[in-house]
């Protein structure tokens, strides 16, 4: 087995993703850079390791100044490809059938050639083997990414797999894997570069909008769709809202609510769950519980839980009153647990959440804090427990009937 230490595996630079291309021009200062055309060979766009990677590629590409196009078979990530600045084009690459793979790399050939490739880059092995016959005949580089040690049972096997190992670069997702390559294939370390998965950290900092309660016309929320077309106008993005709550179908509202949704352009921020059974998990999920109610609601138990788990409220002024929610002006900012707006004021509503999104995190935590203290001073089971039986101790009924002698 030839190994290297950690340290001397080659690592690609944070700051200069694309210098699996070119070393010296990822050092050049961006308006230096040569643009390359990059084709990138990949066997679905569905959400798998090399499906993701293939997304992540094309936006660190593409937004160097360089061009992209993606060949695979259409999914649900092509429209994160297009709107990373890549081209799709469909074509099965996923089959490993002889016959549809020398069909395949045939067809990439052609399109390098027409399109002046510089670069084949190949996730996958049956793609991959399609790529490198195009890239080899083309005359271009061949880069693979590798996310995983395959099984070899057989030497078949081991041929099929050794494709993502022939790369004249080759990309590996973390030291094991390259270690895995360079023992079983003893490709040269100098042609090993280990890029790490990104994240986009910005995708999993979502602020979860939780509106819970039946489905009804009074809970408002027809205001809260209205709100969130508001938010959306304003340019906010990551953000979800959920209606988690029981629809018994005795009204049309639900389904005017979903047209509301459609016509507002609200589909892809709005989801409606059925009624959950695990509410202390929904409310840890959420950013903030909001209550637009447009009738008076009283007592809502569903906001006492919330603030019970630390949440922030927002709260309409029929929501719930100001023994329920601290809020200005009732108390002062240094001690609200959650903002307050007019029923049925969607503008207001917006404004709002946007003012508690716009906190930082501390600061929304000490919010929702402070409403966890105060249910657990005034709503806890202990102490509603021993009101009420302080009012049936002061009781005086009818004597019992004596019984027999």
């Known amino acids: 087995m030839s ?7 080659p690592t690609a630079s944070n700051d200069s993703p694309h210098n699996i291309y070119s070393d010296d021009e990822s050092r050049a200062p961006r308006s230096e850079r040569v643009s390359k055309t990059v084709l ?25 100044g360089h ?27 996923s089959s490993n059938n002889p016959i549809v793979m020398l069909r395949s790399g ?29 890239a080899r005949l083309a005359g271009i580089p061949f880069v693979t990414s590798c996310y995983k040690g395959f099984r ?7 041929l099929y797999n050794s494709i993502m190992a022939r790369g004249d670069r080759v990309l590996a997702s973390s030291e094991q894997i ?26 999993f900092d979502t602020k979860v909008i939780l509106i819970t309660g039946r489905i009804l016309r009074r809970k408002g929320h027809h205001v809260v769709v209205k709100a969130v077309r508001r938010l959306k106008e304003m340019g906010l993005k990551d953000f979800l809202c959920v209606f988690a709550g029981e629809d018994r179908g005795r009204t ?45 609601e009283g007592v809502q138990r569903a906001i006492l839980e919330a603030q019970a788990m630390a949440r922030p409220i927002i709260v309409s002024d029929l929501g719930a009153g100001s023994d329920v929610v601290l809020t200005a002006p009732t108390v002062p900012e240094s001690r609200i647990a959650g903002f307050r707006f007019h029923s049925g004021d969607d503008a207001a509503l917006a404004a709002a959440l946007l003012r508690l999104f716009s906190m930082p995190e501390q600061n929304r935590a000490t919010i929702g804090r402070r409403g966890r203290d105060w249910v657990a001073g005034h709503f806890n089971a202990g102490i509603v ?20 002698n």
């Open 40 to 64: 990138i060979v990949v066997p679905t766009l569905d959400g798998g390791a090399a499906d993701a990677g293939a997304v992540e590629l094309v936006r660190i590409l593409a937004g160097a």
């Open 3 to 9: 190994s290297l230490p950690a340290s001397a595996i």
């Open 252 to 296: 049309r509202y639900t389904g005017e609510l979903w047209d509301l949704v459609l016509t507002t352009g609200t589909m892809d921020v709005i989801r409606m769950a059925a009624p959950v059974a695990d509410m202390p998990a929904a409310y840890a999920a959420a950013s903030v519980v909001v209550s637009a109610a447009v009738q008076p």
């Open 106 to 134: 045939i067809i990439l050939l052609r399109l390098a050639r027409e399109r002046r490739c510089n670069v084949i880059h190949a996730f996958g092995r049956a793609g991959a083997w399609s790529a490198f016959m195009a």
């Open 67 to 93: 061009s992209v196009i993606v060949v695979s078979r259409a999914g649900r990530l092509v429209t994160d490809v297009t709107g990373c600045g890549g081209e799709f084009i469909p074509l099965d690459v």
């Open 152 to 158: 070899e049972q057989n030497v078949f096997k081991r």
């Open 178 to 203: 390259a270690q895995l390559i360079n023992d079983r294939y003893g490709t040269p370390w100098d042609k090993i570069t280990v890029v790490p998965c990104g994240v986009d950290l910005d995708r």
């Open 385 to 404: 427990a021993e009101q009420t039986l302080r009012v049936y101790g002061g009781i005086d009924g009818p004597a019992a009937p004596a019984g027999p």
